[in-house]
């Protein structure tokens, strides 16, 4: 099993930043990836950045170039640094691992909320 706490969430202004962080632990060997998802009232969860075990990330159009994946592997966390936030980013924002084959873990969200 694999715990992720999120955090870093809150409220800011269209054209701030905010840094989230994703602390897992547990057995967390064998990680092949980890991300970050969303999701906002009425949609589906979606991908917003991901990093592989090998450090190659993977973002969608609607963040690349604002939002950035990296990770501290020391500290076994994974951040997501968001830039130029608009009220399209408001969401629960949730990490997620990818470990061994086929088994994957959540963490509970984080709410981010952009006032425009």
């Known amino acids: 099993q694999v715990q992720l706490v999120e955090s870093g969430g809150g409220l800011v202004q269209a054209g701030g930043s905010l840094k989230l962080s994703c602390v897992a632990s547990?057995?967390?060997?064998?990680?092949?990836?980890m991300a970050w998802y969303r999701q906002a009232p009425g949609n589906q969860r979606e991908l917003v950045a991901q990093i592989t075990v090998g450090g190659t990330t993977n973002y969608p159009d609607s963040v690349k170039g604002r939002f950035t994946i990296s990770r501290d592997s020391a500290k076994n966390t994974v951040y997501l640094q968001m830039n130029n936030l608009g009220p399209e980013d408001t969401a629960v924002y949730y990490c997620f691992a990818q470990q061994g084959m086929g088994y994957y873990y959540w963490g509970q969200g984080t709410q981010v909320t952009v006032s425009s």
């Open positions: 547990g057995h967390i060997f064998k990680i092949n990836a």
